[in-house]
């Protein structure tokens, strides 16, 4: 069924493979981090021992002195398993339950975050330690029969980062080098990639430069917030992408205040590769001449497809041949389909969704030879072929949506300016 005149090259496969590999990188550095930031904090008033002291008294009990135990939490652990581990009550666990935020601790529990027990000598749970989001750190003390619950707040500051870099290898690589997260890299590449493929576009001495956000919380990096500004040159043609907010959602404008991001993306699929062209072919499962009424992009069980463009669920079920289909309505006579799915995304009939929105995961449910998706474009009911339909252009920001558009981006192009010798987009 598949044609190798039509081949995508294998180069996206090789890029998702790079951003796969550096993001474990990047985790890798920030879970240690929380260890050290856990530890700092957990570090009991000890200058006192440092001093020659004679011993107490045999008569007088020595003060209560924590001592901290750092439990990193395993898949399948729960709050209640991780008190009987440590040979604590449930009953203590129902008492520290009283506080909402433990609850929230116990219904959420996420692998690999970290609690601190402080337990006492003979056993007992004197204290209980966690983070409540980015913010905030709980530290809940048992006193008698009764939790007193303690919040430290952990002010988090967004630090603005202006970086470039030339490519020399390949992109993530050269971002790598010039200090850029994956994360950073990956935001990049999403802003630009209806105006740039990178998989096939990029030449050795295209170079960007690129605003970027990252929180910090007590002197600790803890992570990327975004793209806000990206400037790419590539094969002497600059493009910009300026971040603006709008109804409550991030977006790349270019320099105009017009949407990157396109009305329909051409390929609803991330790193597939065309398998089956549209118009007559010889059906790989009939064996007769058929229309082939779309296009067809070979990927593994599961991978995730996308809403090509924003619209409504039309239908979301079995058709035959088909399997399971999803159709989406995008007003203006424009409807698209998915087919053959494994399955469906978890919305209802009727339902808007937005471009990009997981609609469902390939399959080859229907009559389908391998996983695969199969993709129609329709427009007033008569089938299109997606990848040379003409695309609606989404419309620019106007009036006082562009005046703010450009006083609240105007910082960050500043900042791209001062990247050394940076060549923006045409006005
Ligand atoms: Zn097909």
Redesign the pocket.
């Given at each position: 069924m598949s044609n190798p005149s039509r081949l995508a090259p294998a180069a996206p496969r090789v890029l998702a493979i790079a951003v796969a590999g550096v993001l474990l990188a990047t985790l890798g550095s920030i879970v240690p981090a929380l260890d050290r930031a856990l530890e700092a904090s957990e570090a009991p008033a000890t200058t006192t021992l440092a001093v020659a002291l004679p011993p107490p008294p045999p008569s007088e009990a020595p003060a209560p002195k924590e001592d901290w135990r750092t439990v990193r939490v395993q898949p399948g652990q729960t709050l209640g398993s991780l008190f009987a581990d440590l040979g604590l009550p449930a009953s203590t666990m129902h008492r520290m339950l009283e506080v909402p935020e433990a609850t929230q601790l116990a219904s959420r529990l996420k692998v690999g975050s970290e609690l601190a027990f402080d337990i006492g000598p003979d056993g007992e749970l004197r204290g209980l330690r966690f983070d409540a989001g980015e913010t905030r750190r709980i530290h809940l003390a048992m006193e008698g029969d009764d939790v007193r619950r303690e919040v430290i707040e952990r002010a988090v500051e967004t630090r603005v980062v202006v970086a470039g870099g030339q490519i020399r290898s390949s992109l993530f690589a050269d971002g790598a080098r010039a200090g850029l997260s994956a994360g950073v890299m990956n935001d990049m590449v999403k802003a630009l990639q209806y105006d740039i493929d990178f998989g096939q576009d990029l030449r050795e001495g295209d170079s960007f430069q690129i605003v970027y956000e990252e929180l910090w919380r007590e002197g600790e990096r803890l992570r990327d917030a975004g793209v806000v500004a990206v400037n790419f040159v590539n094969q002497g043609k600059a493009y910009t992408a300026l971040r603006f907010d709008r109804d409550g959602q991030s977006e790349f404008f270019d320099l105009e205040g017009r949407p990157l991001r396109k009305s329909f993306m051409r390929t609803p699929i991330e790193f597939a590769r065309l398998s089956?062209g549209f118009g007559a072919r010889r059906h790989p499962v009939l064996n007769r001449m058929r229309m082939?009424k779309?296009v067809?992009y070979a990927a593994p069980v599961g991978t995730p497809i996308f809403a090509a463009g924003e619209g409504r669920v039309k239908f979301a079920g079995w058709q035959n041949g088909y399997g399971r289909t999803v159709i989406l309505d995008h007003g203006n006579g424009i409807t698209t389909l998915y087919a053959h799915m494994s399955r469906l995304g978890s919305y209802r009939v009727g339902q808007r969704v937005r471009q990009g929105t997981t609609i469902g995961y390939v399959g080859m449910s229907g009559l389908a030879t391998g996983p695969h998706l199969?993709y129609e474009f329709r427009v007033g009911g008569m089938h299109k072929d997606p990848l040379k339909v003409t695309l609606p252009k989404p419309e620019p920001l106007r009036g006082p949506a562009l005046a703010e558009f450009r006083r609240a981006t105007a910082p960050a192009l500043a900042q791209l300016r001062r990247v050394g010798g940076v060549q923006l987009a045409d006005r």
């Open positions: 089956s082939h779309g067809d199969h």
